[in-house]
């Protein structure tokens, strides 16, 4: 089992940042990829970004070039750096890791506003 807490969701303007943060634990292995996804109230669950264990960063459409994704291989660690927020970023994000299965955090709300 994989175990992911996340961290840092809040309110932010737009136009502003706020980073997000997610730590894995429990049974974490090599070759896997981890990564973010949002769900809007009344919407899909939609892919943000990932990062492969071999450093590989993929980004959704509506985020790329705003967002940026890092991982920290020795603490188990995921980052998301989000830039120039937009008020349809407002979401749950939740953590997501991947090897053979997909395991989740909690979901860390995020709120764009003025």
Request: aromatic share 10%.
């Amino acid at each position: 089992q994989v175990q992911l807490v996340e961290s840092g969701g809040g309110l932010v303007q737009p136009g502003g940042s706020l980073q997000l943060s997610c730590a894995a634990s429990g049974s974490v292995f090599s070759g896997n990829t981890m990564g973010w996804y949002r769900q809007a109230s009344g919407k899909e669950r939609e892919f943000v970004a990932h990062v492969t264990n071999n450093g590989r960063t993929t980004y959704g459409d509506s985020v790329r070039g705003r967002f940026t994704i890092s991982r920290d291989y020795v603490k188990n660690t995921v980052t998301l750096q989000m830039n120039s927020a937009k008020v349809e970023d407002t979401a749950v994000y939740y953590c997501n890791y991947r090897r053979n299965k997909n395991y989740w955090g909690q979901g860390t709300q995020v709120t764009v506003s003025s």
